[in-house]
């Protein structure tokens, strides 16, 4: 009987890429736990189990996110409908006032001036009109742009009301960021019906949920919570520990909700990173063969990345298409190649501002923009001047090179001590500098 289910679960998981209607019929019928819809409230304070009770308020619950047409809005020729009117095709809708107007209006000032009604002396303006101009426009702007987006919204609940469409108040979220917590406090966003919009301190967005103080924190707590989740299902349903077993739903199943997205949230503190790779960790261990290895051990036994290995890898890529203009820049153009005959081909990395904050300075470093640059920059420079082919060949140089590089990620509980982060730059600058020195001295083993 064990060897009856251990072949059928073999036959299941190979195939999973090519019939996955057959695995996920094979897995909901060796799951120990089985999936049903109920019981439900029928709305008079009762729970029914009935099936025809349960159908019929799934179908009410269904036909009720549906709003109804109004008929003398209905739309019955839409030639003319959606024809624009030369009349109305250029007007103004806004004026926008910029630094340099500001500054440009400073200038005009005579330095023998009198003050206005702040008392500022015009040759104090003068003086400072770089510093006090950006001031004066944020000062100016805050709730001329919260005015603006309420005036933007309204046209949208004006333009749904006139296609026949309604917004379900109830699902509308709004994020505040930044630390003026004057404007926050002081300004507020109405729906169409006039009540207002609360501020969520998390909105998911694209399956990315972004925080309202510009961290990845709560998206990196969701998607853990969801792999381990998921691992943890894996581990219920299927009773063989072999290695190609295992790691086939982990590729499958798992190491997905890991991937995705990860270029834009890779974590840079190193608690995150280790809640990320405890998952893999807590996963390989059940691996049959592997239980007596360290997690450092098991990676290498298996060859497989760690987590953070892994995403670190998915952002060189990225720049590497960006730099190929297979993707979309999300710097505005800021990533741009610039080709040595010495050292190859390197791509151009934003400074941080030097009167930003600490925080965002912080939050600026661990972004795409600044670190996915550093980690291509970092790679050998036959790698980096591959060009001209497909995402495969950049891809198998990659992979040949970072298999020379060692991977050993901060895992908890241990008691050696890295000479270095597990990040590629570190781990490459330790190897160059240990061929350069004559040093053969690596990470302590345990």
């Known amino acids: 009987m064990k060897n009856q289910r251990t072949e059928e679960e073999t036959h299941a998981v190979s195939n999973i890429k090519r019939n996955p209607k057959y695995f996920f019929s094979c897995c909901k019928k060796i799951s120990k736990t089985k999936s049903q819809i109920g019981p439900l409230h029928t709305g008079v304070g009762t729970i029914t189990r009935d099936p025809e009770e349960t159908c019929q308020i799934l179908t009410e619950q269904y036909s009720s996110v549906f709003s109804t047409p109004q008929s003398q809005s209905i739309v019955h020729n839409p030639v003319p409908f959606f024809t624009e009117d030369s009349d109305h095709q250029y007007h103004l809708t806004d004026i926008e006032v910029t630094t340099e107007d500001i500054q440009g209006a400073i200038k005009e000032l005579r330095p023998n001036s009198a003050a206005g009604p702040d008392g500022v002396p015009a040759i104090l303006l003068l003086k400072c009109s770089e510093a006090l101009a950006y001031l004066i ?19 949208v609940y004006t333009w749904a009301t006139t296609n026949n469409m309604t917004f379900n108040e109830e699902k509308f979220e709004m994020l505040r960021c930044g630390p003026d917590c004057n404007i926050k406090t002081t300004t507020t966003l109405h729906t169409e019906g006039g009540s207002h919009i609360t501020p969520t301190p998390h909105v998911k967005c694209l399956g990315v949920y972004l925080s309202a103080d510009g961290s990845f924190s ?11 989740g998921m691992a943890g299902w894996v581990m219920r349903t299927f009773a063989s520990r072999e290695p190609e077993v295992m790691l086939t739903l982990w590729k499958a199943l798992v190491q997905p909700l890991l ?10 503190k190193k608690a995150d990173i280790q809640r990320l790779e405890a998952v893999q960790r807590s996963f390989t261990k059940h691996i049959r063969g592997l239980h007596d290895l360290n997690y450092w051990d098991r990676l290498k036994t298996r060859g497989i990345y760690s987590q953070q290995r892994r995403r670190e890898r998915y952002r060189a890529i990225y720049i590497w298409k960006v730099l190929e203009k297979q993707v979309p820049d999300p710097t505005s153009s800021a990533l741009q190649a610039h080709l040595n005959e010495r050292t190859g081909r390197k791509c151009s990395r934003r400074t941080l501002p030097s009167r930003a904050p600490g925080r965002c300075k912080t939050l600026l470093a661990a972004s795409l923009a600044h670190e996915g640059p550093k980690i291509f920059n970092s790679l050998h420079k036959n790698v980096r001047n591959i060009t001209g082919c497909s995402v495969n060949t950049f891809k198998y140089g990659l992979d040949k090179i970072l298999r020379t590089v060692p991977d050993e990620p901060p895992v908890p509980g241990y008691t050696a001590k890295c000479r270095t982060s597990n990040t590629i730059p570190d781990q490459v600058a330790l190897l160059d500098r240990d061929a350069r020195t004559g040093s053969s001295g690596g990470p302590p083993r345990l």
Not at 218 to 228: G, L, W, Y
Not at 259 to 268: E, V
């Open 218 to 228: 709560h998206h990196i707590t969701e998607t853990v919570r969801k792999a381990r």
């Open 259 to 268: 991937d995705y997205c990860s270029q834009l949230w890779s974590p840079h």
């Open 137 to 155: 426009r944020k000062l100016w702007s805050n709730v001329q742009e919260v005015e603006h987006l309420q005036e933007d919204l309204n046209k």
